[in-house]
């Protein structure tokens, strides 16, 4: 990449000061959208993943026989230009994810906006700063039969979960007539937050909070990592080229969280904490006309929705982020 050092300066430091999660599609970030969308786009897919959709059989590697990790959802996007190099953008989705018998239904919303910092036209390099503002939330999340230190727990259950991040990211790319590239980094905060809870203790129900000191102190432990602040920074790189109606895109992010009060106490049990996620997206576009495209699109990551979706990680659920999953995507947008 053609980049002036001052920028890789720039971005060698964002990466290394604490702080972002990486918001939905992190992976294909870039500094000048408009290059790619002209003055604003709108886009709807749908999402996806079952045992027909998982081609490598990720899950039978692991022994998974049913319909966990069975995914459905869409995802509705939308970005307009605006002034000299300003990019206002917004993403809605909303998911299902089935683990056993248990139904995680989530809904999750970012709004970005971006300004271009610096251009330097005679190598198609962009310099651009990107404010986000992104979350989750969902009404009820029930896991049930949880192995909980030996107590016999029959379901617990988070009542109106939701996670809140904001981010800041500086991003550089470089644009040629077929190929153009990303490189970035962001830091940023976030905050999970699980208002209210129902466990179910051998057929006894208790409440969080209002219960706390009435169940098992090994149960407390446990339910003292619901409610936590997080800190977190990311950096990652994509590519795209074109040819004709053709484009493809390649995408990578990596996202270092920082959770202390949750971490210590998963390893204080004996648990693994996993502080770190990979992400790939693959992308390939089609353009019938100059306004309407179609699109296939695959996310993996390297530990689940550890970086994507906050709110599902703590000591209860921290076992099942030790594996791997993908989503696939396919829909319609149109450019304006």
């Not at 310099?127 to 009404?139: D, E, P």
Request: overall charge neutral; aromatic content about 10%; some cysteine.
């Amino acid at each position: 990449m053609k980049l002036p050092s001052n920028i890789c300066k720039a971005l060698a430091l964002s990466a290394m000061a604490l702080g972002a999660c990486a918001a939905p599609l992190d992976a294909l970030m870039e500094a000048m959208p408009s290059q790619r969308y002209g003055e604003g786009y709108l886009e709807l897919g749908s999402d996806a993943m079952n045992s027909t959709l998982d081609v490598f059989k990720v899950r039978s590697q692991m022994g998974i026989t049913d319909n966990t990790g069975d995914y459905q959802g869409f995802t509705l996007r939308a970005g307009r230009a605006f002034g000299n190099g300003g990019w206002l953008d917004g993403a809605y989705m909303r998911r299902n994810i089935t683990v056993g018998a248990d139904q995680y239904p989530v809904t999750s919303w970012r709004v970005g906006v971006q300004q271009k910092l610096y251009e330097l036209p005679s190598n198609g390099a962009v310099l651009a700063l990107r404010g986000a503002a992104w979350g989750n939330k969902s009404s009820t999340i029930t896991k049930t039969n949880p192995s909980l230190g030996g107590v016999t727990v029959n379901s617990i259950s988070a009542i109106d979960p939701h996670d809140n991040q904001y981010q800041l990211d500086l991003v550089s790319s470089w644009y040629e007539s077929q190929w153009s590239g990303s490189i970035f980094a962001g830091v940023g905060r976030g905050k999970v937050l699980i208002p209210r809870g129902l466990i179910d203790l051998a057929g006894t129900i208790y409440t969080y909070p209002d219960d706390f000191s009435s169940v098992p102190s090994s149960l407390q432990q446990h339910l003292g990592t619901l409610n936590y602040s997080l800190q977190t920074r990311q950096i990652g790189a994509n590519v795209s080229y074109v040819s004709d109606a053709w484009m493809y895109r390649l995408g990578y992010v990596m996202g270092q969280m920082h959770r202390p009060s949750v971490d210590n106490a998963i390893q204080s049990l004996g648990h693994t904490s996993y502080q770190r996620n990979q992400t790939v997206v693959g992308e390939v576009a089609y353009k019938f006309s100059q306004t309407v495209h179609a699109y296939t699109r695959a996310q993996v990551m390297h530990r689940q929705f550890l970086s994507e979706i906050p709110f599902l990680y703590n000591s209860i659920t921290s076992p099942i982020f030790g594996m791997k999953y993908g989503v696939v995507s396919a829909g319609l947008g149109v450019s304006f």
